[in-house]
């Protein structure tokens, strides 16, 4: 089964760290782009972060900038998400697609797989 599986989230305190995994399953990621998106409750889902296939470029939406960190190993088939600083404002179910290009901090190009999601809470 092709498909994009997401881990790593949880419930963390205002100044914490976690990482997000993103796991492709039945295909390679070498091709892709891949992206973080999030969606906050009674919200509409917004990029976060997206890697080139190569990894060589990295870009990020203002609101993270300095705080998160994507990075991929390919020959593991997976990207995480590095999030640091984390404030209740992150909390959301975060979301990688794979798609053709990085378009700024989103996938362009048409997105090929989404994965289901992984809450993050950040409380204290």
């Known amino acids: 089964q092709l498909q994009l599986v997401e881990s790593g989230g949880g419930l963390v305190q205002p100044g914490g760290s976690l990482r997000l995994s993103c796991a492709a399953s039945?295909?390679?990621?070498?091709?892709?782009?891949i992206g973080w998106f999030r969606q906050a409750p009674g919200k509409e889902r917004e990029g976060v972060s997206c890697?080139?296939?190569?990894?060589?470029?990295?870009n990020y939406a203002d609101s993270v900038k300095g705080r998160f960190t994507i990075s991929r190993d390919n020959a593991k088939n997976t990207v995480y998400l590095q999030m640091n600083s984390l404030k209740p404002e992150d909390t959301a179910v975060y979301y990688c697609?794979?798609?053709?290009?990085?378009?700024?901090?989103?996938?362009?190009?048409?997105?090929?797989?989404w994965g289901k999601g992984t809450l993050v809470t950040v409380t204290s």
């Open positions: 039945g295909f390679t990621l070498d091709y892709y782009a």
């Open positions: 697609a794979a798609g053709g290009a990085c378009s700024g901090y989103v996938p362009a190009y048409g997105i090929d797989y």
């Open positions: 890697i080139s296939r190569s990894g060589g470029s990295t």
